[in-house]
């Protein structure tokens, strides 16, 4: 895929630096590439060539940004979790089930975040890589190595998500706690 870009970029270049000099052409004893069709092509593969670079710099941003929010919305769950454990809890419950799965879930979504830290790091790492003359195999280890260190974030998030469902089932019979000891009064 790089390569083909790379291809491609080089091809662009060539053609943008091959049109400019027919591009000019003379108007009226003024030279003018902005209103021949030939400046407004060349203008076009500009743009084309800016839009390629900058998708090749900030692709893998879109991926962290992903995994950081999830493990955000994750945190902001958990929060909300302990909120109604403590409130069972004040109001004489069993929470003991349910706190030992906060804890497991708060330990996945700490391993999720020092694994995205590697993450991050892999991919600054593969920019530079991309970035200067190195081998494909180079690129390809990386990319493998960039892979399993998403996978990683990806388990732990998963494991995380599976404990604080297992705490919200475990929290549904207790939290019918309030309704049985209410007394009604006639």
């Not at 530079?128 to 003359?133: A, G, K, M, P, V």
Request: aromatic residues 2%; proline residues 1%.
């Amino acid at each position: 895929m790089k390569q083909q870009i790379a291809k491609g970029l080089v091809i662009l270049l060539a053609l943008a630096g091959a049109n400019t000099s027919l591009a000019q052409t003379q108007n009226r004893g003024a030279t003018t590439t902005r209103n021949t069709p030939s400046g407004r092509v060349v203008e076009t593969r500009e743009k084309i060539v800016e839009n390629v670079r900058r998708i090749i710099e900030n692709r893998y941003e879109k991926m962290l940004d992903r995994y950081e929010s999830t493990i955000d919305r994750e945190n902001a769950i958990t929060n909300r979790i302990t909120s109604r454990i403590e409130k069972i809890k004040a109001l004489g419950g069993n929470t003991a089930e349910a706190e030992k799965l906060v804890t497991e879930a708060k330990m996945h979504l700490d391993m999720a975040t020092s694994s995205l830290a590697v993450l991050k790091t892999l991919a600054d790492k593969q920019n530079e890589l991309e970035n200067s003359s190195t081998t494909v195999k180079t690129l390809r280890d990386g990319l493998v190595e960039m892979r399993k260190a998403g996978a990683e974030v990806e388990k732990h998030l998963r494991n995380a998500h599976q404990a604080l469902q297992k705490t919200i089932g475990s929290l549904r019979g207790v939290s019918q706690l309030k309704n049985k000891n209410a007394t009604t009064t006639n």
